[in-house]
């Protein structure tokens, strides 16, 4: 059975970091996309980074280039989103996604949130100003 698992939300103040984990069991990495959307009630959820597989590159949202980065440990079977310059705008449950047949038509930017099939129960992040 395919799951993933977030941790590491929190409240931190603006300007402050946080680390997010999702840990994916009962498949490996390969062949999937991974991503990381948000969500905050009353608005649709939105991508924020991505992996592609096989070396496909890693794609942020606009918002949050250069403040978020995402890595995976193949190995371990995580994924991290290292959060930056955190922002009251960041405020948001986080979700970690994973994409079995992903397309690559989408070219360099992540695949739109219907792509994905298997998700994580989210993790609350809350930045206060």
């Known amino acids: 059975e395919v799951q993933l698992l977030e941790s590491g939300g929190g409240l931190v103040q603006a300007g402050g970091s946080l680390r997010l984990s999702c840990a994916a069991s009962g498949f490996t990495f390969d062949g999937y996309d991974i991503g990381w959307f948000r969500q905050v009630p009353g608005k649709k959820r939105e991508g924020v980074a991505c992996?592609?597989?096989?070396?496909?590159?890693?794609f942020y949202a606009d918002s949050v280039k250069g403040r978020f980065t995402m890595s995976s440990d193949n190995a371990k079977k995580v994924v991290y989103l290292q959060m930056n310059s955190l922002t009251p705008e960041d405020t948001a449950v986080y979700y970690c996604?994973?994409?079995?047949?992903?397309?690559?038509?989408?070219?360099?930017?992540?695949?739109?949130?219907?792509?994905?099939?298997?998700w994580g129960q989210g993790t609350q992040v809350t930045v206060s100003s």
């Open positions: 996604a994973a994409d079995s047949t992903p397309y690559a038509g989408w070219g360099p930017v992540c695949a739109p949130v219907y792509e994905y099939d298997y």
């Open positions: 992996i592609k597989s096989s070396g496909g590159g890693t």
